[in-house]
C-alpha cells in the first residue's frame, strides 16, 4: 500500500491552531472509521494522540482533536503550545493492514 | 503502569538473521492483540506485522512476507520478532506496541537493527 500523504511542515505562533491533513484512499482512511495520529519527540517513541478518528486517550489535552471527511482526514491542535512541536504521523486502518502518513513536523514559531 | 521494553537488535550481515524481543508488563499481555512497527533512521513509520491474543492470527506487511515471523508467549508476557533474510532496506528501530481499536498504545522505546557488510 502507499503512505497517506501528509504535508512535509506547518507552523504556528503561540495560542493559534494548526491543521495536518492526511489523505488516502476509500481502501484505508474512507473505508473505516480508524484513523489514529502519534506525536514523536525527536529521539522518543511515537504517543497515540487520536484514535478512531476523533477520540482522544486519557491524559491527551483537549486541545488535540481529529475529524475525516470522505478520504482525508485531520488533525488540529488548538491553543500551540512550545511542547507541541514534534513529528505527527496518522495512520489508517486498510483491512488487515495499516498504512501509515508520509509525516509532519509542526514548528511553534 | 504499562511498559514495554524491547531487545535483541544489533548488526547483522545482508541475508542473515535476528530475533526481536519485546517484554510486557503492567496489562494484560495474553487478552491483547501485539504489533511491531519500524522506523528507519529519518524517516517515517511503517507497520510490519501484529499478532492476535491467542497466536491464532498474524499479519504482515507485504514486504517482509515469507520472511518475518511475528509470534508470541503468553506465558512470559513476550512478544517475538523472527526476521530472516534481511535486507539492507529492513535497518530501523523496530518498536513493539500493545494494539487495540486498530491503533498502537503504549509503544516501547525500540530496538536498532541495522544490516550492513
Known amino acids: 500500500q502507499s503512505a497517506l500523504t501528509q504535508p512535509p511542515s506547518a507552523s504556528g505562533s503561540p495560542g493559534q491552531s494548526v491543521t495536518i491533513s492526511c489523505t488516502g484512499t476509500s481502501s484505508d482512511v474512507g473505508g473505516y472509521n480508524y484513523v489514529s495520529w502519534y506525536q514523536q519527540h525527536p529521539g522518543k517513541a511515537p504517543k497515540l494522540m487520536i484514535y478512531e478518528v476523533s477520540k482522544r486517550p486519557s491524559g491527551v489535552p483537549d486541545r488535540f482533536s481529529g475529524s475525516k471527511s470522505g478520504n482525508t482526514a485531520s488533525l488540529t491542535v488548538s491553543g500551540l503550545q512550545a511542547e507541541d512541536e514534534a513529528d505527527y504521523y496518522c495512520s489508517s486502518y486498510a483491512g488487515s493492514t495499516y498504512v501509515f502518513g508520509t509525516g509532519t513536523k509542526v514548528t511553534v514559531l | 503502569e504499562v511498559q514495554l521494553v524491547e531487545s535483541g537488535g544489533g548488526l547483522v550481515q545482508p541475508g542473515g538473521s535476528l530475533r526481536l524481543s519485546c517484554a510486557a508488563s503492567g496489562f494484560t499481555f495474553s487478552g491483547s492483540w501485539m504489533s511491531w512497527v519500524r522506523q528507519a533512521p529519518g524517516k517515517g513509520l511503517e507497520w510490519v506485522a501484529n499478532?492476535?491474543?491467542?497466536?491464532?492470527?498474524?499479519y504482515y506487511v507485504d514486504s517482509v512476507k515469507g520472511r518475518f515471523t511475528i509470534s508470541r508467549d503468553n506465558a512470559k508476557n513476550s512478544l517475538y520478532l523472527q526476521m530472516n533474510s534481511l535486507r539492507a532496506e529492513d535497518t530501523a528501530l523496530y518498536y513493539c506496541?500493545?494494539?487495540?481499536?486498530?491503533?498502537?498504545?503504549?509503544w516501547g522505546q525500540g530496538t536498532l537493527v541495522t544490516v550492513s557488510s
Open positions: 499478532i492476535k491474543p491467542d497466536g491464532s492470527d498474524k
Open positions: 506496541a500493545r494494539t487495540y481499536s486498530h491503533c498502537w498504545d503504549p
